[in-house]
């Protein structure tokens, strides 16, 4: 199948993450019916991840996910993109994958293997599900897709997501010294984590924090008893000084919850490959079972999550070409450190 076709066919197939059934079919069924050995993976409510190998054991896994942020978007093309949701993030990418995987099976090379996950937008439940089968201790490399204008990702910022809560005592808005504003609470706490000067690293770069959501409050008229606000930090550092940090900042005022947390990863670099540091986060740190990680994909992650997502068709023909060659690298470094082996226990 070609790569635009295959593209848009995955992408027309919705599957915000919680809704990943329908797509999960239609991918089982592609690599069965390219000859994969396909195992399904239940990770709950209907979803599955998908793995496909060959009679080989796979020492190099290329994987992505395959759920995407709502809303769904159908797709379409023009004469230098493909447009809709899931394009660059990851549809596009699990396309590039499928047929990288075809040329190098067409050349003799069966030790690759293709593994799609669900859940990657939300928990990485699919991953860690994924981190769990027998192959992963087999695996040498695991080469992770995410929109990386097809340079290869030498190491990614963590991510803490957690709540911060205030509680404050209801009253009429006309007689607001008889209550207490939670909302006011809130505001005081997150005007202090912007101005905070959060933790810089010489190659992970700076600490960044987003505030998400906001909530707080029944009606105009009422002094707010209870408000919250959902924050996500990118990590440079490890997770407990950003931790020690936040505990620190409310000082009592309000509470924090950590819902999820991933710490900064650094990843294999090979030569002959563009090189970058990114900012998001991936399943990598949840698939740390399946070998050494590397990640690299076509599309622009300034495009992924909005209402224009695209992806160069360009890139998407560039992507199976990068994806056989590091492949082809990878298997190289594995065969030398093999003969390597062999000679030192002589």
């Known amino acids: 199948m070609e790569i635009v076709e295959l593209t848009r066919r995955l992408i027309d197939i919705p599957s915000v993450t919680g809704e ?11 690599l069965e019916d390219l000859g994969y050995r396909v195992t399904l993976q239940d990770t709950g409510g209907g979803r599955v991840n998908v ?12 994987t992505t996910h395959y759920d995407t942020v709502p809303p769904f978007m159908p797709s379409g093309e023009d004469g230098d993109y493909v447009y809709g949701r ?11 994958q499928v047929l990288a995987a075809e040329r190098l099976r067409a050349d003799g090379i069966n030790e690759v293997g293709l593994l799609f996950v669900v859940d990657e937008e939300l928990g990485s439940h699919g991953a860690r599900v994924a981190n769990e089968h027998a192959s992963a201790f087999q695996c040498r490399f695991l080469i992770n897709g995410e929109p990386t204008e097809n340079r290869l990702a030498t190491g990614s910022k963590g991510s803490l997501r957690a709540v911060v809560s205030t ?26 984590i912007r101005s905070y000067p959060w933790p810089e690293d010489a190659f992970f770069g700076r600490t960044t924090c987003n505030i998400g959501l906001i909530a707080g409050g029944t009606r105009p008229n009422i002094v707010p008893a209870s408000a919250s606000a959902e924050i996500h930090i990118r990590l440079v550092t490890g997770s407990s000084p950003i ?68 992806v160069s068709k360009r890139q998407l023909a560039e992507a199976v070409e990068l994806y056989v060659s590091l492949v082809h690298k990878l298997l190289a470094k594995v065969k030398t450190n093999n003969e390597e082996a062999e000679d030192g226990g002589k």
Request: proline residues 5%.
């Open 20 to 30: 990943e059934s329908e797509a999960g079919r239609f991918i089982s069924r592609l």
């Open 51 to 62: 793995l496909g190998t060959t009679a080989s054991p796979p020492l190099v896994m290329l």
């Open 86 to 96: 899931g394009a660059c993030d990851a549809k596009g990418i699990l396309a590039a």
């Open 167 to 192: 509680e404050g005592r209801a009253a009429h808005s006309a007689y607001p010294e008889a209550g207490d504003s939670a909302i006011d609470r809130l505001l005081d706490i997150l005007s202090d």
């Open 243 to 310: 931790r020690e940090i936040l505990d620190e900042i409310v000082k009592g005022r309000g509470r924090v919850e950590v819902l999820s947390v991933t710490e900064p990863v650094r990843m294999v670099a090979v030569e002959g490959f563009e090189q970058c540091v990114v900012r998001f986060t991936t399943d990598i740190p949840h698939l740390s079972n399946w070998g050494e990680p590397l990640l690299l994909g076509p599309g622009s992650i300034l495009d992924a999550h909005t209402a224009h997502e695209r």
